[in-house]
């Protein structure tokens, strides 16, 4: 009971803030041009400056023995078997392109961050701080690329796939600029001015609430007969199926303790909340997108306790 309320307790904010876009927009106050604009915003400004934010000052020291590195390749490794399992769903189904971009990235990426720190903290303490900063110092460019790749590749206007044209896209994408000019500048260990570093955390507080409004204003229980499906499937894989496959295999290969509980965390964790803002940006289906974040992370209160739960009493951690 005590892992379910640190995942109610960190995975209700988010649900609240959802509730508040949905009253707003029954309430009229925002509408399908607020929900344009700020986005055009998130996507260019907030999440770029967001993930240069949190990888800038990230304080992370690595350490470059076997042990870590196995850690985090195989981390990279289910992130991209995860999404090549969502991918080939996808293409076995008679799905348009814009359903077939949002359900294979609210199957594969999570919004782990968020619910992380909460649960594994309770668990083993302060020691888990540097395991899930170099997680996120790779996984999440890796979501980032993957995502962008994904939507690109299943761009409705495209009717033939032009991969230069991709390339530039996924080099040309914010998200990605931010990624990596804050990696040359972690590289070059250029420090960003306090007064400029002040503003950029303010500029990225608005991301993470701003998206859920959006979401909440987007959201209907009543979803499309044709959107079902893809619905149903990505909250499964992503709460359900993949942790449990993944988990798995990382017990066969020997991960136990902290390592064992990021990676689980990593896979149980729900959709991330900013697919929605990408798939809305990239031309995809930004309904069904909310719909998966929405569900996702309802039905992680459940897949999370059950989860931790049984890796604990099974003595895994």
Same mark, same amino acid.
């Not at 399908?32 to 770029?48: D, E, G, M, R, Y």
């Not at 996702?296 to 604990?312: D, E, H, K, R």
């Given at each position: 009971?005590?892992?379910?309320?640190?995942?109610?307790?960190?995975?209700?904010?988010?649900?609240?803030?959802?509730?508040?876009? #949905?009253?707003?927009?029954?309430?009229?106050?925002?509408?399908?041009?607020?929900?344009?604009?700020?986005?055009?915003?998130?996507?260019?400004?907030?999440?770029?400056?967001?993930?240069?934010?949190? &990888?800038?000052?990230?304080?992370?020291?690595?350490?470059?023995?076997?042990?870590?590195? %196995?850690?985090?390749? *195989?981390?990279?490794?289910? !992130?991209? &078997?995860?999404?090549?399992?969502?991918?080939?769903?996808?293409?076995?189904?008679?799905?348009?392109?814009?359903?077939?971009?949002?359900?294979?990235?609210?199957?594969? %990426?999570?919004?782990?961050?968020?619910?992380?720190?909460?649960?594994?903290?309770?668990?083993?303490?302060?020691?888990?701080? !540097?395991?899930?900063?170099?997680?996120?110092?790779?996984?999440?460019?890796?979501?980032?690329?993957?995502?962008?790749?994904? *939507?690109?590749?299943?761009?409705?206007? #495209?009717?033939?796939?032009?991969?230069?044209?991709?390339?530039?896209?996924? &080099?040309?994408? /914010?998200?990605?600029?931010?990624?990596? !000019?804050?990696?040359?500048?972690? #590289?070059?260990?250029?420090?960003?001015?306090?007064?400029?570093?002040?503003?950029?955390?303010?500029?990225?507080?608005?991301?993470?609430?701003?998206?859920?409004?959006?979401?909440?204003?987007?959201?209907?229980?009543?979803?499309?007969?044709?959107?079902?499906?893809?619905?149903?499937?990505?909250?499964?894989?992503? !709460?359900?199926?993949?942790?449990?496959?993944?988990?798995?295999?990382?017990?066969?290969?020997?991960?136990?303790? /902290?390592?064992?509980?990021?990676?689980?965390?990593?896979?149980?964790?729900?959709?991330?909340?900013?697919?929605?803002?990408?798939?809305?940006?990239?031309?995809?289906?930004?309904?069904?997108?909310?719909?998966?974040?929405? *569900?996702?992370?309802?039905?992680?209160?459940?897949?999370?306790?059950?989860?931790?739960?049984?890796?604990?009493?099974?003595?895994?951690?």
């Amino acid at each position: 009971m005590e892992y379910l309320i640190i995942s109610f307790q960190a995975l209700l904010p988010l649900i609240i803030m959802v509730l508040i876009g #949905y009253v707003l927009k029954k309430a009229n106050v925002v509408d399908s041009s607020f929900n344009q604009k700020s986005s055009t915003i998130l996507f260019n400004l907030a999440f770029p400056v967001m993930l240069f934010y949190n &990888i800038t000052n990230a304080d992370v020291e690595f350490v470059f023995d076997w042990a870590t590195w %196995r850690f985090i390749l *195989f981390a990279c490794a289910i !992130v991209l &078997i995860s999404y090549l399992l969502a991918f080939l769903i996808a293409e076995k189904n008679n799905w348009d392109n814009r359903t077939k971009g949002a359900f294979v990235q609210g199957a594969y %990426r999570g919004n782990y961050i968020i619910i992380g720190f909460a649960i594994l903290e309770n668990l083993f303490g302060n020691e888990v701080s !540097v395991g899930m900063s170099l997680i996120t110092a790779f996984i999440v460019p890796l979501f980032n690329t993957l995502a962008v790749i994904n *939507f690109t590749y299943y761009e409705p206007e #495209y009717d033939k796939i032009n991969y230069l044209e991709m390339i530039k896209g996924t &080099i040309r994408n /914010p998200l990605i600029i931010g990624i990596l !000019v804050a990696l040359l500048f972690n #590289y070059l260990n250029i420090k960003v001015p306090v007064t400029v570093n002040d503003t950029l955390f303010m500029i990225k507080g608005i991301a993470v609430p701003m998206a859920l409004i959006n979401i909440g204003s987007m959201f209907s229980l009543r979803t499309d007969l044709n959107e079902r499906k893809p619905l149903v499937l990505a909250v499964l894989f992503k !709460v359900v199926l993949f942790p449990l496959m993944f988990t798995i295999i990382a017990i066969l290969f020997g991960f136990r303790g /902290p390592s064992l509980g990021i990676l689980f965390v990593l896979l149980a964790s729900p959709t991330a909340t900013v697919s929605f803002i990408m798939a809305k940006a990239m031309h995809s289906n930004d309904t069904l997108a909310a719909a998966i974040i929405v *569900f996702s992370t309802a039905a992680s209160f459940f897949t999370i306790f059950i989860g931790v739960s049984l890796l604990n009493a099974l003595g895994f951690f």
